[in-house]
C-alpha cells in the first residue's frame, strides 16, 4: 500500500523536470525508484528522492531554460511579439507607438537573424512537425477569434475592450501561424539535412 | 585534434565517483548507484536524478557511452547499460592524480598544525 502510494507519488513529481530530461530518463528513474523501494524499504526511497528533487528540480529547470535553444525561442517569440503588437496598436490610433514597436521588432530580427537561421536550420527534424502543426493551431485560433467576433457583433454592437481583445487575439493569431510556417517549412525534413 | 583530458578537470564529485564506478565494467544506474555508496563507504548518496543528470553530462561529454546489455545480464530488459570510454578512463586517471597531489598537499601543510613531525 505504502510503497504503491509511494511510487504513484514519484511518477507524477517527475513530471516537475523539464520534458526532455523526463522522456529521455523518466523510465530509469521509475525503475531506480522501484529498486530503492525493493531494496531499501519505501521510507528510505521517499527521503532519498525528495531530497534529490528538491535540489535538482530547479536546477535542471533553470539550465533547460538558460540552454541555447530555450532563448532562441524566446528571442523567436520577441521577434514577432513586438511587430504583432506594433500593428495592434496602430489598429488602435497609436501609430508611433506601434510604428516603434514594428522598427523594434525589426531591428532585433536583422541584429540576431544569423542566430535565429541558425536555430531554425539546426532543429531537429522533429521540430517540423510541431512547428507546422503550431501553425495549423495558430490559424485556427484566428478563424476562430473571427468567426467568434462575426457572430457577437452581429447581435449586438461590440465593446472597445471586446473589440481590443479580438484584435490582440487576431493579430498575434496571424503572426504567430506565419512565423511558425516559414520556420517550419525552413526546418529540416531529416538528420542528413541539417548543415 | 585530440581532447586533452585535463580540459575536463576539476570534475563535479559525483562524476568523478561515477567515472570510478564505471571504471570496474559495464554498469547500469542502479548498479552505479550503489557502487559509488561502496566505494565511499556509504558517505555519498546519490539520487536517481542526480546520477541520470550526472551520467547524461558524462556521455555528452565523451566521457562515459551507453552499451547493449552484456551477456549473462538476466535482470529486467528496460535497464540501460554505460561504460567508461578511453577519455573517461584518461580523465578518471587525470583526476586521480589531481587529488592525490591535493591531498599530498594537504597532509604537508597540515603536519605541523596536527603536531605531527
Given at each position: ?195 | 585534434?585530440?581532447t ?55 556521455v555528452e561529454n565523451g566521457l562515459a557511452e ?19 570510454t578511453?577519455l573517461g ?29
Amino acid at each position: 500500500m505504502l510503497r504503491s502510494l509511494a511510487r504513484r507519488t514519484y511518477r507524477v513529481l517527475l513530471m516537475l523536470y523539464p520534458a526532455e530530461f523526463r522522456h529521455e530518463f523518466g523510465a530509469d528513474m521509475l525503475l531506480h525508484f522501484d529498486d530503492l523501494i525493493v531494496n531499501r524499504g519505501a521510507v528510505v526511497a521517499t527521503t532519498r528522492t525528495s531530497v534529490d528533487l528538491v535540489v535538482t528540480v530547479p536546477r535542471y529547470q533553470l539550465e533547460a531554460v538558460m540552454n541555447t535553444s530555450s532563448v532562441d525561442r524566446m528571442l523567436g517569440t520577441v521577434v514577432v511579439a513586438l511587430p504583432v503588437l506594433g500593428v495592434s496598436s496602430i489598429l488602435f490610433g497609436s501609430p508611433w507607438a506601434g510604428a516603434a514597436l514594428i522598427g523594434a521588432g525589426v531591428i532585433l530580427a536583422l541584429a540576431s537573424r544569423g542566430r535565429l537561421a541558425r536555430s531554425i536550420r539546426t532543429a531537429p527534424p522533429s521540430q517540423r512537425a510541431r512547428r507546422l502543426r503550431g501553425s495549423a493551431v495558430s490559424f485556427a485560433v484566428l478563424v476562430t477569434a473571427y468567426i467568434g467576433f462575426v457572430v457577437v457583433t452581429s447581435d449586438e454592437p461590440v465593446s472597445m475592450l471586446g473589440l481590443l481583445v479580438t484584435t490582440l487575439i487576431g493579430v498575434a493569431a496571424l503572426g504567430g501561424a506565419a512565423a511558425l510556417l516559414v520556420a517550419g517549412l525552413l526546418t529540416p525534413k531529416s538528420e542528413q539535412a541539417i548543415p | 585534434m585530440e581532447t586533452n583530458p585535463r580540459d575536463f578537470l576539476p570534475l563535479t564529485a559525483a562524476q568523478f565517483h561515477i567515472l570510478v564506478a564505471l571504471s570496474d565494467g559495464v554498469r547500469h544506474g542502479y548498479a552505479i548507484m550503489q557502487a559509488v555508496e561502496s566505494d565511499s563507504d556509504g558517505i555519498v548518496k546519490m539520487g536517481p536524478a542526480t546520477l541520470y543528470g550526472t551520467l547524461k553530462r558524462l556521455v555528452e561529454n565523451g566521457l562515459a557511452e551507453e552499451v547493449p546489455a552484456p551477456d549473462g545480464a538476466s535482470d529486467d530488459t528496460r535497464r540501460r547499460y554505460y561504460r567508461l570510454t578511453g577519455l573517461g578512463a584518461m580523465v578518471c586517471s587525470a583526476e586521480a592524480d589531481r587529488l592525490a597531489a591535493l591531498v599530498k598537499s594537504v597532509r604537508s601543510s597540515l603536519r605541523p598544525v596536527l603536531g605531527l613531525s
